[in-house]
T-cell receptor
Framework: GENVEQHPSTLSVQEGDSAVIKCTYS??????FPWYKQELGKGPQLIID?????GEKKDQRIAVTLNKTAKHFSLHITETQPEDSAVYFC?????????FGTGTRLTIIP | GAVVSQHPSRVICKSGTSVKIECRSL??????MFWYRQFPKKSLMLMAT?????????EQGVEKDKFLINHASLTLSTLTVTSAHPEDSSFYIC????????????FGPGTRLTVT
């Protein structure tokens, strides 16, 4: 089955700076790569996703890049704000099921 | 659009009793719903996949007789934890996928279950 690794597990960034979270996956059949933001006590919220026929996607301050050859994808958050503090999960899907990474706790330092 | 609700948000039950959690897709028809379990500071672990009108498919290691899943309609799936024990205490999250949406899933807000 699919295996997704995520790094780093924790990340502290000064407000206004950029944050980058990286994930690798194992199954070359995976074709859908979403990123979720989870706040304490809440369900995951989809913030951006990318499909295998695209190398990069951007939505305001958030961008995701995908390298299918190397089997890795990354989340980029620019101009970070305190409300970006949360746990972020990547996921990969070779079929209808999502396999999640282990999560990154992002803390934005005011 | 694409809103998924869960009820209750929190539940406390006594050991040995059963508890039912509802998952509803509010503005779309969910052909497939998924149930996840999340331990503190851990990732989401898929428990089972349910398709409307058919039996749920459980992941390896998940007891189907303990975690009963019913996907009665295109907008409702339920998870019943039977004979709950303290080790069943966890955060249970459902997600729903609409027809033709590929792997895209929309998540509910989660249900915190505490078994005393």
């Amino acid at each position: 089955g699919e295996n997704v690794e995520q790094h780093p597990s924790t990340l502290s960034v000064q407000e206004g700076d950029s944050a980058v979270i990286k994930c690798t996956y194992s199954d070359s059949a995976s074709n859908y790569f979403p990123w979720y933001k989870q706040e304490l006590g809440k369900g995951p919220q989809l913030i951006i996703d990318i499909r295998s026929n695209v190398g990069e996607k951007k939505d305001q301050r958030i961008a995701v890049t995908l390298n299918k050859t190397a089997k890795h994808f990354s989340l980029h958050i620019t101009e970070t704000q305190p409300e970006d503090s949360a746990v972020y999960f990547c996921a990969a899907a070779p079929n209808e099921k999502l396999t999640f990474g282990t999560g990154t706790r992002l803390t934005i330092i005011p | 659009g694409a809103v998924v609700s869960q009820h209750p948000s929190r539940v406390i039950c006594k050991s040995g009793t059963s508890v039912k959690i509802e998952c509803r897709s509010l503005d779309f028809q969910a052909t497939t719903m998924f149930w996840y379990r999340q331990f503190p500071k851990k990732s989401l672990m898929l428990m089972a996949t349910s398709n409307e009108g058919s039996k749920a498919t459980y992941e390896q290691g998940v007891e189907k007789d303990k975690f009963l899943i019913n996907h009665a309609s295109l907008t409702l799936s339920t998870l019943t934890v039977t004979s709950a024990h303290p080790e069943d205490s966890s955060f249970y999250i459902c997600s729903a996928r609409a027809r033709g949406q590929g792997a895209e899933q929309y998540f509910g807000p989660g249900t915190r279950l505490t078994v005393t």
